[in-house]
T-cell receptor, first 115, second 111 residues
Framework: AQKVTQAQTEISVVEKEDVTLDCVYE???????LFWYKQPPSGELVFLIR??????QNEISGRYSWNFQKSTSSFNFTITASQVVDSAVYFC????????????FGAGTRLAVHP | DGGITQSPKYLFRKEGQNVTLSCEQN?????MYWYRQDPGQGLRLIYY???????QKGDIAEGYSVSREKKESFPLTVTSAQKNPTAFYLC??????????FGPGTRLTVL
């Protein structure tokens, strides 16, 4: 069975704090893809990153970084020096290879960054 | 600008009515999807289409119907058979890289 767990329902931080959003996935497939999306209050999901199961290199994009560890089936997302504009719901998603590109979403983590 | 548009942004339905949500994309993507989002939950797949004139049921297709007569368009009809239709509906499309891009969503409320 495929599953994505985001155990943190809500996180509240003060601006400039670093924050890590956890994502744990389950799949028996050896080829799969992991995604992070941001959903600001407007509602539209914004694509942030895609990683495939063969690439465990960490990635950094500005204040965002992602840590992919197959040994623990985790794909965690860190925001450094958080800003109020980072306030949103963040979703982690899993896609197995083949089929129709079906995404399996976690329940999301609501991040509130306070000034 | 390339992107996905959904209309209307807000929709109100009376009990027993069918309503249709529009989704249009100009990204030249073959695949399109409809998701439902309930408060505090992740997205659940309703229907998807990999190519024109073909579509498949997702995880929660009961009470919904779709059509895919044009590559750019994938309308979703919420029928009276859907017992709890109040939700936020998101349309997405994907191209060769398999990354799904989303529209702004339609919020449906049953009166």
């Amino acid at each position: 069975a495929q599953k994505v767990t985001q155990a943190q329902t809500e996180i509240s931080v003060v601006e400039k704090e670093d924050v890590t959003l956890d994502c744990v996935y389950e799949t028996r497939d050896t080829t799969y893809y992991l995604f992070w999306y941001k959903q600001p209050p407007s509602g539209e999901l914004v694509f942030l990153i895609r990683r495939n199961s063969f690439d465990e290199q960490n990635e950094i994009s500005g204040r965002y970084s992602w840590n992919f560890q197959k040994s623990t089936s985790s794909f965690n997302f860190t925001i450094t020096a958080s800003q109020v504009v980072d306030s949103a719901v963040y979703f982690c998603a899993l896609r197995i290879s083949g089929g129709y590109n079906k995404l399996i979403f976690g329940a999301g983590t609501r991040l509130a960054v306070h000034p | 600008d390339g992107g996905i548009t959904q209309s209307p942004k807000y929709l109100f339905r009376k009990e027993g009515q069918n309503v249709t949500l529009s989704c249009e994309q100009n990204l030249n993507h073959d695949a399109m999807y409809w998701y439902r989002q309930d408060p505090g939950q992740g997205l659940r797949l309703i229907y998807y289409s990999q190519i024109v004139n073909d579509f498949q049921k997702g995880d929660i297709a009961e009470g919904y119907s779709v059509s895919r007569e044009k590559k750019e368009s994938f309308p979703l009809t919420v029928t009276s058979a859907q017992k709890n239709p109040t939700a936020f509906y998101l349309c997405a499309s994907s191209g060769g890289r398999g990354i799904q891009f989303f529209g702004p969503g339609t919020r449906l409320t049953v009166l």
